[in-house]
């Protein structure tokens, strides 16, 4: 049997949240049956966060209640805090992840709270997904790299983790915020937590100065085996100045593949999704691969019609 790789999608949230333009519900669902259509089953859908603070992610409960519902499509939501806990426990959410940015200034941008409050704030959060059979999913934010402090040591990002795992978090994500690491800076991190099994452990990046691939191989090297990504490399982070979108979904499924990794993506149909999210969106997307992609899913079309 191949080598599985777990793509959790997060064009929906992280994409969506940091566009120019904000779109509803239905274009929300949209975007997710595209992803879906291509057999995506891991995706954050949204986050129960302040509307004032995000108004690109208002409706995400609103959202989760039309979600196509089937066994094997695993849904999460990112909450800050105990109110967004709760509004995401009533809308039927049965996977949330909260995010403790490793250093003092990003949290009090991103949540407005000290580092020392949003760690209880998570593991607070944690423990209760835990009690509430929830899966608990942490995000270690600018994980290598923060726009306001500089460079992350990698020991700050350990003792997060474990701080995270102790108080009952499932899987740790690892996540480069502004795109600042490098395959180097990656090992330094993932050595670090080289204890941890496989299925704890998911990465984060974003392709600002196009390293998210190599990181990645870096982390498969480290024994990773989930990665966030977007499609078409949608995104970016509002209280993170300089960072651009993620990773984008068609790269990563497309390398990934081509190493005979197995991730249940078909590259083709993600070409389709990019067009899909660059309509609804407005904005011009797609990752390092997206002309070759292309290029072939016309001739795909031609041989087919042929
Ligand atoms: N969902 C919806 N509304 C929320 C909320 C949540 N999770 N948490 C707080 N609010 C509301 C409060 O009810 C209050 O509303 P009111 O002014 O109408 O009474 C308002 O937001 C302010 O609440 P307060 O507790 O004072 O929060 P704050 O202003 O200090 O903001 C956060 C803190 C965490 C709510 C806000 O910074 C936030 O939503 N950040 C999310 C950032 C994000 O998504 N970043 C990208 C992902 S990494
Ligand atoms: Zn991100």
Request: proline share 4%.
């Amino acid at each position: 049997m191949r080598d599985f790789v777990t793509i959790n999608e997060v064009g929906p949230r992280d994409g969506l949240q940091s566009q120019g333009k904000t779109l509803d519900v239905n274009q929300r669902l949209q975007l997710i049956q595209a992803l879906l259509d291509c057999g995506i089953r891991s995706i954050e859908a949204g986050s129960f966060v302040s509307p004032r603070a995000v108004p690109q992610m208002a409706g995400t409960g609103e959202l989760f209640g039309q979600l196509p519902q089937r066994g094997e499509i695993a849904y999460s939501a990112l909450v800050p805090n105990l109110r967004g806990y709760e509004l995401a426990r009533e809308a039927g959410v049965r996977s949330v992840a909260v995010v403790l940015s490793a250093t003092e200034t990003m949290n009090q941008r991103n949540v407005n709270m000290s580092l020392e409050r949003t760690t209880e704030v998570c593991a607070e959060l944690m423990q209760r997904a835990r009690a509430d059979g929830l899966e608990g999913r942490a995000y270690v934010a600018v994980a290598f790299e923060c726009p306001f402090e500089g460079a992350t040591p990698p020991a700050v990002v350990e003792s997060l983790s474990r701080r995270l795992f102790e108080a009952g978090a499932r899987k740790v994500i690892v996540a480069d915020t502004i795109g600042a690491a490098n395959p180097a800076s990656v090992r330094r991190v993932l050595e670090r937590l080289s204890d941890l099994d496989a299925v704890q452990l998911s990465c984060h990046f974003h392709d600002t100065r196009g390293m998210a691939l190599a990181n990645v191989l870096a982390s498969l090297e480290h024994g990773v085996r989930e990665f966030d990504s977007s499609i078409g490399g949608l995104g970016g982070c509002p209280f993170s100045p300089g960072a651009t979108g993620n990773l984008a979904t068609e790269d990563l499924a497309l390398m990934l593949g081509a190493m005979g990794l197995d991730t249940g993506l078909d590259v083709f149909a993600l070409c389709d999704a990019v067009q899909v999210a660059q309509v609804l969106t407005g904005t011009p997307l797609g990752g390092h691969s997206h002309r070759w992609l292309q290029r072939e899913s016309a001739k795909r079309r031609e041989v087919q019609h042929a």
